[in-house]
């Protein structure tokens, strides 16, 4: 509610937080972040074309400034308006608790790029957490939001998925390790070495296939067991979607 002494904290953390399609405030702020996280975007990536940005980049460092700024107010608005949740709660506990997951370690890192040049830490690959801000976007889309739901709901199976895999690959490189040693010594010089080759054979990218008959042998059913583990994660995902659209729609089925 909006009193004359201004927003309320708890009416700022609806407009932050909440987004509901019936409060038109939270809506409007919304399709701005996402518009400027978006534009912000495109250009960090166009800037990585050589000279292609030059005419006008003037535009782009003030824009660049200008992103920054909103996302390092709104970065701190939602820190200060985290107690208005009950599980932060705590002035000082709780804001160290909303700070340490994970849309705002995102919403933070989105900024550091930024600042840290200023403070002698300019490492080149800092540039790439520029484009972090996409995953800002998670926070405003319906679409992320039911992702994060299904991956939520289906983390035990998807983890059961990414153990089977491990497996997998660990024993098959070691095969591939004993099968191989002696003929490619150069590639298959230990297991880690293998279980690269493996990986690359179950994404259909294997550089360096095997050239015994049972490297081949092996290297063919990592090839044909690749179809699986994808498809494995890939139905475990769709059924989660499933049974989400189950749950939003009950109505629909009658």
């Known amino acids: 509610m909006i009193q ?19 409060d038109q405030a939270s809506r409007t702020f919304d399709v701005f972040i996402m518009s400027l996280i978006v534009g912000n975007s495109v250009l960090v990536v166009l800037n990585t074309v050589e000279g292609l940005l030059d005419p006008i980049m003037g535009f782009y460092l003030a824009f660049e400034v200008f992103a ?24 000082l506990i709780g804001r160290l608790r909303f700070m ?42 319906g679409a992320f939001k039911t992702l994060r739901r299904v991956l939520h709901d289906k ?35 230990s297991i ?13 990218n294997g550089q360096q296939a095997p050239i015994t008959l049972p490297g081949r042998l092996i290297g063919a059913m990592v090839s044909i067991l690749g179809v699986g583990v994808f498809a494995l994660p890939a139905g475990i995902i769709a059924s989660g979607f499933s049974a989400h659209l189950d749950r939003a729609e009950p109505d629909d089925r009658s």
């Open 4 to 22: 004359r002494r201004g927003i309320t904290r708890a009416r700022l953390f609806e407009i932050l937080e909440i987004a509901e399609d019936s």
């Open 68 to 91: 920054v700024a909103v996302f390092t107010v709104e970065y701190l608005l939602r820190v200060a308006t985290a107690t208005s949740d009950e599980r932060y709660r705590q002035p």
């Open 100 to 141: 340490a997951t994970p849309l705002a370690v995102i919403d933070l890192l989105s900024i550091l790029p930024f600042y840290l040049p200023f403070v002698g830490v300019n490492l080149t690959f800092m540039r790439v957490l520029r484009l972090v801000r996409l995953l800002k976007l998670g926070r405003y889309s």
């Open 155 to 189: 983390r035990h199976d998807l983890l059961t998925a990414l153990l089977m895999v491990t497996v997998l690959i660990v024993f098959m490189s070691g095969m591939l390790y004993f099968a191989e040693r002696q003929a490619q010594p150069e590639y298959y010089a």
């Open 192 to 204: 880690p070495e293998a279980m690269w080759w493996s990986i690359l054979a179950l994404t259909g």
